[in-house]
């Protein structure tokens, strides 16, 4: 029987101290993993790492940066050092910001896309390596709603989710030999710092709640068990899928 229990696993979590990254760590942390729960904000790793420790499970207190190659790298090998593996990566950092498209900054747009698709790629490629050179290993990118479905104002967020999608696949159908496996999810409308002023008591947020079947926005709690079952033993023929998990909003049409 296949396990969704990570007991003997090493789990990297970037972009983990905060919204749905943190909630994703401290599930595979609940699922067993000793998981390392990374970010730009020293202060907020270590909080992170606070609550994982006093879950019982070991973890490193290091920051990481997913515009800076250098800065994954430093966190990559420390993690090695200290655990000897590594066999789930978790691509949770992202950025985004509401504009009509017609005056977005170029730079804005650049920055936007070097943080969700660059850094996604750059995490990849170097924890990735290991998991290749090992001949085992899951990789969870975090795509979004915006994947699949455009969103008013927000292309340059749209761009970068449709682009981690097709990275994911490709990766998936690249690395799969090698026993890697490479998969997303796709969060429905969960508030969090990134994006709740958009979404809690606006208009925008209205129609979201009106277009999703359940009548409700996710709890972050919620995108924890799509997670864990990606990273552990049971998704062990799961690869290159982009696993929603939206309330049922990509499935409707017309709600009422």
Known sequence: MCSLELTGKCAIVIGGTSGLGEAIALGLVGARADTVASSRRIA???????????????????????????????LHDAVVESFGRIDILVNCAGITQRQPTLDFPEERWSEILDVNLNGTLRACQIFGRTMLARGSGSIINIASLATFVAFRDVAAYGASKAAVGALTKSLAVEWAESGVRVNAIAPGIFPTALNEQLVKGTERGKELLQRTPMARFGAPNEIVGAAIFLASDAASFVNGEILVVDGGYLASGVNC
């Not at 790492?49 to 207190?61: D, F, H, N, V």
């Open 44 to 74: 907020e790793v270590n909080r992170t790492a606070t609550r994982i420790e006093a879950l019982g499970r070991k973890t490193l207190r290091m920051e990481a940066d997913v515009r800076s190659r250098a800065s994954l790298e430093k």
